[in-house]
């Protein structure tokens, strides 16, 4: 599915409850979502679905916070990278730093 | 841009990189994104350009760390989200709470 696509779908599925807790709400959400992906990737044993569920949800409320903000994930992406490192414009990258 | 492909992408741009930098190196620097995007958030005037380069950053570093640890971001997004919402399976989500 094309990152425009999925942000869509999250759009259709949350865009009323998104607007209406407003942007430093889901922000905030988004935050807490970062940090359980975090605590499960400290898991042991690792667990593999699991931790899909948390890359899923952090992707998820990143795209209903762009919804609200109206900026297009893919779009922005792209126009940031795309298939060259926006600093040292090389691909695969070669920054020295 | 398929989610996957975008992910594929940043493999081939960074993941000599990104495997040197190990796991926990990469979701620190996902995390300090994260804390970027809620900077930008809240700058006034608002810069539309400047927000969606942060948004950019973030998903790129998402999908860095998924490379890392072999999980793949749109199965992952679509086996959790796909076209209802996860806990009330409506669409669009009527989650009470």
């Not at 919804?67 to 490192?85: F, P």
Request: net charge negative.
């Amino acid at each position: 599915m094309e990152i425009h696509e999925f942000q869509k779908m999250m759009r259709h599925l949350y865009f009323q409850r998104d607007s209406d807790r407003g942007v430093e709400g889901t922000y905030n959400w988004l935050v807490d979502e970062v940090e359980e992906l975090g605590e499960e990737l400290r898991m042991t044993p690792f667990d593999k679905e699991a931790l899909g569920k948390e890359f899923a949800d952090v992707i998820a409320w990143l795209s209903s916070l762009a919804n609200i903000m109206e900026i297009d994930l893919e779009k922005a992406a792209l126009d940031k990278y795309n298939h060259k490192c926006p600093k040292c414009k090389k691909s695969p990258c070669q920054c020295t730093f």
